[in-house]
């Protein structure tokens, strides 16, 4: 495919869909789009999805967190009954928490060490507030869906970030975490460290627990030392969930809006992942507005003026021939106005198309309503999918 | 200032100083997410820690959770090994000890900055509205996990300063559009019950303007006859679909500002959408006109007790 990928292969084809932009271009819908559309095509799809605005996240029958995926009624995504009967959609709402619970019983020794850790205070405050962690736990649960089989197409949506690369960042700070020094110098046998470590250290801890008090610190202490042998095992996984997102088999699709900050952060993103050997296959630009037509903006603004300047001729004449004029003058700034949007979101658009290399680029317009309904949501579908389905692949 | 990601919360920030500045009061801008297009709006470069003038009368600053620790760092006595602290990562660990340290610290520098009267406004460009509220939750939430020391006094300091209407009010941003003014009703009423903090009239930025009655490719070659002028069938088509599309969205928008009329009983100030141009010094000031405007009508209990000097 010298000619590049489209959205149509990459539905069809990979295994792993990763949506990712900056928060408010409509990656969760993006997301929910390639679901519907693989299942369309017999593939045994999955959406995660963060944080889903509410009436999108009732239309996939999402009324809460979980952790297990929830298969939506057939009846609904394919209410004509055309999809092969391979075709299965299933949602689910991230939550964070759980996943992290989840992922350390698997990695802990016994139910004991489990309990130390899940009751500790400062594991609580790991696990919920640690930033990017919810992008850890996004990638986490990528990998568990992945593992237990039997998903032809997994669509994960990513947090909205203001640095759309924390989540490939992600499972690394946790590692990081447990690599730090203080880490090693807290696993030392109870109040030796401040004996061992160096003068620096010292004024620091002593400095920190004045500040937020010993508890803290006991916590953390604790906290850590409950954690030991448990690295080995996380910092495999971190290394698996990134072979994974490396895999071909793994589609990186980029959401923006035509404004042009989004865009700018879109081919920025697209260039940053492309340096981890990661490369975006899919650019879609959200809301564009109509281009209405393809004349000059500044040939429209001269007629409205010319019509202004004809009203105050007739005015003079009397008649309704004024107030024609100045409707007719306030259609061409209309038009001219929204021509200037529409060129102004070309350019910004052409900019990104450049940048974006032999990745698939779809431009998919302002809707006259909000996408939440199976409906809308295939309306989407048809700016980035052919509307004939291929013969569906399914990944082994 | 806080709302949704790309509703234009920080057009609506530059648009607040302008008007501020505009009726000779003094501003301070704090940007607390690092980058974003503030300085642009005033044809100035990106914004680092040290203030920089961005219009007569505005100063902008960042102020990130990273450069507040240090800060805090350095005047209890370990600017010597800050830096290092914060690199090796040790800081991360403490943090994370502590969730909402980092923003408390924020908003302790916040704070001091109001004390010491860096400017007769300080407009906190906050950030996106999930997190703004975990954000001013944090002296709150450090109640409970920290009861003694600096950090506590700290707490208290910053709860006094929110949730007094004179000192700091909070303006909340949306674009008519369905999911942006759900999630600001939410927003809203969780700051006011867990928080506590006024809440300023909320903003409805990107409003298009009235687009007139509805007309069809007939009307308009009804009107180019009338007036002895030639228009195209093609662009009489073009003229149509883009006033159709304007009164669609228009209609659109007004229901969603209605709605959250209904839902939200707070004064809205309405800010247009510019048709023309990427958002800049002149954008800022057409907005500010239109923004000093709109206050200026509302009824004098809309802004609490504040007391402009």
């Known amino acids: 495919m010298s000619e590049g990928v489209t959205f149509d292969d990459i539905v069809a084809g990979r295994h792993i869909v990763v949506c990712c932009g900056t928060g408010g271009v409509g990656k969760t819908t993006v997301a929910a789009v390639f679901a519907v559309e693989g299942a369309r095509r017999g593939r045994n799809a999955v959406v995660v999805t963060i944080d889903p605005a509410k009436r999108l996240a009732n239309t996939l029958g999402l009324e809460a967190l979980s952790n297990a995926p929830h298969e939506i009624d057939r009846q609904r995504w394919d209410p004509a009954g055309s999809a092969p009967p391979g075709g299965r959609l299933s949602a689910l709402m991230l939550d964070t928490k759980s996943t992290f619970d989840h992922l350390v019983a698997t990695y802990s020794t016994d139910d004991d060490q489990t309990q130390r850790i899940l009751s500790n205070r400062f594991y609580r405050n790991v696990s919920t507030a640690l930033s990017g962690t919810q992008e850890y736990m996004a990638m986490e649960k990528l990998y568990e869906l992945h593992e237990q089989g039997g998903y032809d197409l997994i669509v994960v949506d990513t947090p909205p970030t203001r640095h759309a690369l924390d989540f490939l960042d992600a499972p690394r700070r946790l590692t990081r975490l447990l690599d730090n020094r203080i880490f090693r110098l807290l696993m030392m046998p109870t109040r030796a460290y401040l004996r061992v470590a160096s003068a620096a250290v010292q004024r620091f801890l002593r400095t920190v627990s004045k500040v937020v008090g010993t508890e803290v610190i006991d916590d953390v202490v604790a906290f850590f030392r409950a954690f030991e042998g448990m690295e080995e095992g996380f910092r495999n996984r971190a290394a698996s969930v990134l072979a994974l997102l490396a895999e071909p088999s793994s589609s990186f699709v980029v959401v923006s809006s035509p404004r042009r900050d989004a865009v700018e952060e879109a081919a920025f993103f697209a260039e940053r992942l492309a340096e981890s050997d990661i490369p975006v296959e899919g650019l879609i630009v959200n809301r564009v507005h109509p281009a209405f037509g393809n004349e000059g903006v500044e040939g429209l603004r001269a007629r409205a003026e010319t019509l202004a300047a004809k009203r105050s001729e007739v005015a003079r004449a009397a008649g309704d021939g004024a107030a024609s004029a100045r409707q007719l003058a306030e259609l061409y700034t209309n038009l001219a106005d929204f021509r200037q949007v529409a060129e102004r979101e070309r350019h910004h658009m052409a900019g990104v198309k450049a940048r974006a290399g032999r990745a698939a680029v779809a431009y998919v317009p302002f809707l006259s309503r909000d996408v939440y309904d199976f409906d809308a949501l295939a309306e989407v579908g048809r700016h980035l999918f052919t509307a004939a389905p291929a013969a569906p692949a399914r990944a082994g | ?309």
Request: with cysteine; charged share 25%; aromatic share 4%.
């Open chain 2, 1 to 309: 200032m806080a709302g949704k990601g790309g509703v234009g919360k920080t057009t609506v920030t530059a648009t607040l100083a302008a008007t501020a500045a505009g009726a000779g009061l003094s501003v301070l801008i704090v940007e607390v997410e690092g980058k974003s297009g503030l300085a642009a709006c005033f044809g100035r470069p990106p914004l680092g820690y040290e203030e920089a003038e961005l219009a007569p009368r505005v100063r902008g600053r960042t102020l990130t959770p990273d450069e507040a620790l240090v800060d805090y760092l350095e005047t209890h006595g370990l600017k010597r090994i800050s830096k290092r602290l914060v690199r090796s990562g040790a800081l991360e660990v403490v943090a994370s000890a502590v969730p909402g340290m980092k923003d408390i610290l924020v908003l302790g520098k916040v704070k001091a900055l109001e004390l010491d009267h860096a400017a007769d406004v300080i407009i906190i460009d906050a950030p996106a509205a999930g997190h703004a509220i975990t954000f001013l939750m944090s002296p709150r939430g450090l109640g409970d996990a920290v009861r003694v020391g600096p950090i506590s006094k700290q707490s208290t300091d910053v709860i006094e300063m929110l949730s007094d209407p004179a000192r700091c009010q909070v303006i909340l941003v949306a674009v008519p559009e369905e999911t942006p003014v759900n999630e600001l009703v939410d927003t809203a009423f969780q700051l006011e019950d867990r928080i506590g903090v006024q809440l300023a009239p909320v903003v409805v930025n990107a409003c298009y303007p009235d687009p007139g009655v509805a007309v069809s490719v007939d009307d308009v070659e009804r009107l180019a006859d009338e007036l002895g002028v030639f228009v195209s069938p093609r662009e009489a088509s073009d003229l149509v679909a883009a006033a159709e599309f304007r009164r669609e969205r228009y209609a659109l928008q007004q229901q969603q500002a209605d709605r959250l009329a209904a839902r939200l009983p707070l004064p809205q100030i309405r800010l247009p959408f510019l048709f023309t141009a990427e958002l800049g010094p002149p954008e800022i000031d057409i907005l500010a006109a239109t923004f000093s405007a709109q206050v200026d009508a509302l009824p004098e209990s809309s802004w609490g007790r504040v007391t402009v000097p």
